[in-house]
C-alpha cells in the first residue's frame, strides 16, 4: 500500500514555507520525506500554579443602584415633607423628624398612605423582598463578586443596622427587622455557594 495519494496532496499548500530548515531523512532511500514544518507542533505544557482570579468592584451596578436609591430616598422625602407640612404644628413639637414619625401622632392622607403602603409591600420597592436584593447586589457589586469578602459585607451590614437603631431611637420597624434577616439569609447562601 502506498501513500503516494495523500503526499502529493501536499502541492497545495506550496506557498507555505517552514521557518526551519528541511530535516534530512535518515535513510535517502525512504519513500516519505520529513520536514521541520511536519515534526513542528504544539506542545502541551501543563502549568504548575493555578491562574488567581481577580475581583473588581463593578462600578456601573454600584452607580445604578446608588442613582435608584437617591431617586426613591427623594420621593419618600417628598412624602415625609407634605405629610410634615400638613401637621407642622405636631411637627414643630417634635425633637427631630425620626422621633416624630417614631411616635406616629399624625394621620396621612389616604393617597399617602396607598403610596407608602405599595412601596412596603411583598414586591414593593421598600418591601423586604427588593430591599434585601439591593443589599445583596451592592455588596457583591463592591466585591466584585468575591465570595471571601461574604463575611466581611455581613460585618458591615449589621454594622449599618445598629446605627440606623441608634439614629432611630430605638427597635426599627417590624419590616426592618424582616428585611435585616432576609438579607442574613441571603448572606448565609451566599457563603454556602462559596464554600461549594
Not at 495519494?5 to 506550496?14: A, K, V
Amino acid at each position: 500500500m502506498t501513500v503516494n495519494g495523500i503526499t502529493n496532496s501536499t502541492e497545495t499548500y506550496s506557498s507555505y514555507k517552514p521557518a526551519e530548515k528541511p530535516v534530512q531523512p535518515a535513510d535517502k532511500g525512504a519513500e516519505n520525506v520529513t520536514t521541520a514544518a511536519e515534526e513542528t507542533g504544539v506542545v502541551y505544557e501543563p502549568t504548575l500554579e493555578m491562574p488567581t482570579q481577580t475581583y473588581k468592584a463593578n462600578q456601573e451596578v454600584i452607580n445604578r443602584l446608588k442613582l435608584d436609591a437617591q431617586n426613591r430616598l427623594e420621593q419618600l422625602q417628598n412624602i415625609v415633607r407634605q405629610l410634615i407640612s400638613k401637621q407642622a404644628d405636631t411637627a414643630g413639637n417634635a425633637t427631630d423628624i425620626w422621633s416624630f414619625l417614631r411616635e406616629g401622632n399624625y394621620t396621612v392622607d389616604p393617597e399617602t398612605k396607598a403610596q407608602a403602603q405599595a412601596d412596603i409591600a411583598e414586591n414593593g420597592y421598600w418591601g423586604v423582598n427588593q430591599t434585601s436584593d439591593r443589599i445583596i447586589d451592592f455588596a457583591m457589586a463592591l466585591t466584585g463578586g468575591d465570595p471571601s469578602k461574604v463575611e466581611e459585607m455581613r460585618e458591615a451590614f449589621k454594622k449599618g443596622y445598629e446605627q440606623a437603631e441608634k439614629t432611630w431611637g430605638g427597635e426599627l420597624p417590624d419590616i426592618s427587622k424582616q428585611t435585616y434577616e432576609a438579607v442574613m439569609k441571603k448572606f448565609d447562601d451566599l457563603a454556602g455557594q462559596s464554600q461549594n
